[in-house]
Structures are given as structure tokens and as C-alpha cells.
């Protein structure tokens, strides 16, 4: 359920930090894409939660006595998620919808955010909100190289659009 309350929270993040018709996704890339080459002259930005990893220097075991009934860990597993941040943007740098308008909105939304609270996550996905309750994700940029961005879209079978990343940390606190 973390990473559910995460993927949408940071969708609202970036849907509130979008100029007027702009869509934010949380597609696969070959989805988003096709609604670009169908002619859909809609600018959008798609998240998506590319990698998950367990988080396995981070243990969110509370301590407890050895000869206790039971041992009580955390509801929310940490964990390491890489997200794509993908732009579909028009070619005219002048409109408020082109690439690069939206890229810099992307990075100011996500820089002014390294942060999601509990309060944030609980919002995101009302119904886990008692099971996130303790949770936190830091969310920080992370640079890929060409290789590990060549490697991506081969996989995914995409054609490349300027793309940022991000990694989110979630623990509980």
C-alpha cells in the first residue's frame, strides 16, 4: 500500500505544479507514448514506478523483549523505488506546454518536495491511511547515464523523450 500512497501523492505533486491542460499519467511508456503518436496534441507527463527494491540496510523491526508473545514490526516494508519522470511536451520553447516549461516545472515541484509525511502518503490513499500512518518517502534526483537510459527505453520498447529520475526511500519513522 506504500508505494500505491506513494505513486499517487507524487502524481498530485506534479499535477498541481502543471500549467493549465496538462495531464500527469501514471501509464507504462508504450501507453503514454501512443497517446502522443495518436495525435493527441495534449502535453502530458507520465510517472512510473520503474524499480522496486527491498531497502535492506533499514530494518523497521521495533524492539521488543526476546521472550514477548509476539514481535509487532512496522505495516510498511522499506523499501528503494525508482520512478520515471517522462515529459511529452510541444517543440515550441515559448509555450507554457512545451518540453522544457516542463521539465523545469517537474524540477521545481520535486525540489521543493524532497519530503513526503505520513499526513502526505495517509491523503494520497485514504483507505491504508492507518497502515502508512508511520510512514515517510524521501524523494531525491538521481542522475542516469546514457547506457542506463539507452538500456531503459530498449527494454521498454520506447522511443526516448527527456526523462528525469527519481529515487523514493520510504521507512517508517
Do not use: W
Request: net charge neutral; charged share 15%.
Amino acid at each position: 500500500m506504500s508505494l500505491a500512497a506513494v505513486t499517487i501523492a507524487l502524481r498530485n505533486l506534479l499535477q498541481a505544479a502543471m500549467p493549465p491542460k496538462v495531464e500527469v499519467t501514471t501509464l507504462p511508456l508504450l501507453q503514454a507514448e501512443k497517446f502522443v503518436k495518436l495525435g493527441a496534441q495534449i502535453a502530458r507527463v507520465n510517472l512510473l514506478c520503474h524499480q522496486v527494491s527491498p531497502l535492506a540496510n533499514v530494518r523497521n523491526i521495533s524492539l521488543t523483549r526476546i521472550d514477548s508473545p509476539a514481535i509487532h514490526g512496522p505495516k510498511v516494508p522499506p523499501l528503494n523505488a525508482l520512478y520515471l519522470v517522462t515529459v511529452y511536451g510541444t517543440n515550441v520553447p515559448e509555450q507554457a506546454q512545451s518540453t522544457e516549461r516542463l521539465l523545469e516545472a517537474v524540477f521545481q515541484a520535486m525540489d521543493q518536495k524532497p519530503m513526503l509525511s505520513a499526513a502526505e502518503l495517509g491523503a494520497a490513499l485514504p483507505g491504508a491511511a492507518e497502515e502508512i500512518s508511520a510512514a515517510t518517502a524521501r524523494v531525491a534526483a538521481q542522475t542516469l547515464t546514457f547506457v542506463e537510459t539507452e538500456g531503459i527505453f530498449s527494454i521498454l520498447k520506447s522511443t526516448y523523450h527527456p526523462t528525469l529520475a527519481y529515487q523514493v526511500t520510504v521507512t517508517a519513522d
